[in-house]
């Protein structure tokens, strides 16, 4: 178990210290010109430690990346990539391009059960002459494709509560920190008032990565200094969220401990104390998966799902990679919806979850010849 840990958490020990902040690259935003720090008082029950928040004044929703679509960020992706160099060596329907198929889905990590299910079937009906030619095949496979999706595609909706409480969770390095920046930018382009609070108070370097996210998109972050209490920081949180008429806040948390068991326990405890200051609190946790992990995803949602009781999922990184069959993987396996997907490194290329417009970019559009 503990190999299986070092081995989901992918990272070298000696490694932690020296990490250095992560700047979200988000060129076409200029730098917000004063980030007027407005230190804020703690919420009067909040333990011990004083909160320390930051915001920036102005600056945000600025000139507006151009956003791309699914197939121009997919189509770079390995697992695109691979699904359309088969049909253009095999323009012709016959069980080597089903032989073919198999082994591509498997390389990306669809999942061995769900591979072959898919493909006997496209093969039973391919040998009944269902298909005319490999366009036929293709549209089939898209269809089985989206029907495996489909029942995943539950997007989140942070209307019902206020404040509506995200946990976020995941091992180190996924992209959640990421993931709360750009959803901290998408609620806010929503006119919600956002409120972030740094839990991952494991390493320094966390807590900065917030605050910038932050301070580029004027939203107010709850933190103490490293080594604090993550409980007590988003305790905290939640408390100055309520006070202030917060519509969504979104807690950071860690992704690695000194041990795996003593993280879990700190994530439950985090869960425990957000429901003393609101029953009903949090109304999402959200677990962030790495999609270049691989089949690897599957045993850290188990592990996640036990002991915080995952709600909801983001897989990012999708592009690029040549794994991405692991949504699938993902979504025939635990059934948890699947709310945001990460299609690159800006704001904007965090997209909600949708089924016909992720297989279409991995999918060749239509054969010719
Ligand atoms: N290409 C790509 N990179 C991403 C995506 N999401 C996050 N990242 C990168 O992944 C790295 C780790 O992200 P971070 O948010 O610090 O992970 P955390 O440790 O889980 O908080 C950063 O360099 C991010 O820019 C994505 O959707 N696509
Ligand atoms: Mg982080």
């Excluded at 498997?106 to 006997?120: K, P, R, S, Y």
């Excluded at 991952?200 to 966390?206: E, P």
């Amino acid at each position: 178990m503990q190999k299986f840990w070092k081995k989901i958490t992918g990272r070298g020990e000696s490694e932690q210290p020296a990490e250095p902040a992560t700047s979200p690259p988000e060129p076409s935003e200029p730098a917000t010109a004063a980030a007027a720090a407005e230190p804020v008082k703690a919420a009067p029950a909040a333990q011990q430690a004083q909160a320390v928040e930051t915001v920036a004044s102005s600056g945000a929703g600025s000139a507006q990346p151009v956003k791309r679509s699914w197939r121009e960020r997919l189509s770079g992706s390995g697992f695109a990539r691979n699904l359309t160099s088969l049909f253009v060596r095999h323009p012709r329907l016959d069980d080597e391009l089903l032989d073919e198929l198999e082994t591509t889905l498997i390389t990306a990590d669809v999942g061995i059960a769900a591979t072959h299910e898919l493909v006997e079937d496209l093969r039973r009906r391919m040998h009944k002459r269902e298909f005319a030619d490999a366009n036929a095949l293709l549209d089939a496979l898209r269809t089985a494709l989206i029907t495996m999706l489909q029942p995943v595609a539950q997007p989140l909706q942070v209307s019902g509560r206020k404040p509506f409480v995200l946990l976020v969770v995941g091992v180190n390095g996924v992209g959640k920190t990421t993931t709360i920046g750009k959803l901290a930018r998408r609620y806010r382009d929503e006119h919600r008032h956002v409120m972030l609070a740094a839990g991952d108070t494991f390493r320094a370097a966390a807590v900065a990565q917030l605050q910038e996210w932050g301070a580029r998109n004027s939203v107010p972050v709850i933190a103490q200094g490293q080594g604090a209490d993550s409980a007590s920081v988003v305790f905290d949180a939640l408390q100055t969220a309520q006070a202030r008429g917060i519509d969504v806040l979104i807690a950071d948390t860690a992704g690695r401990l000194h041990t795996q068991a003593g993280l879990m326990n700190e994530l439950a405890k985090v869960k425990r104390v957000l429901g003393k200051v609101d029953a009903s609190a949090p109304h999402e946790v959200l677990m962030v998966i790495d999609g270049t992990t691989g089949q690897n995803a599957i045993s850290q949602v188990r592990q996640f799902r036990d002991a915080t009781g995952v709600t909801g999922l983001v897989v990012t990184k999708l592009d690029g990679t040549a794994r991405g069959g692991v949504v699938f993987a993902l979504a025939r396996e635990f059934g948890l919806p699947i709310r945001y997907v990460g299609l690159g490194e800006s704001a904007q290329d965090l997209r909600t979850f949708d089924p016909v417009a992720f297989v279409d970019g991995l999918l060749p559009a239509r054969l010719t010849g």
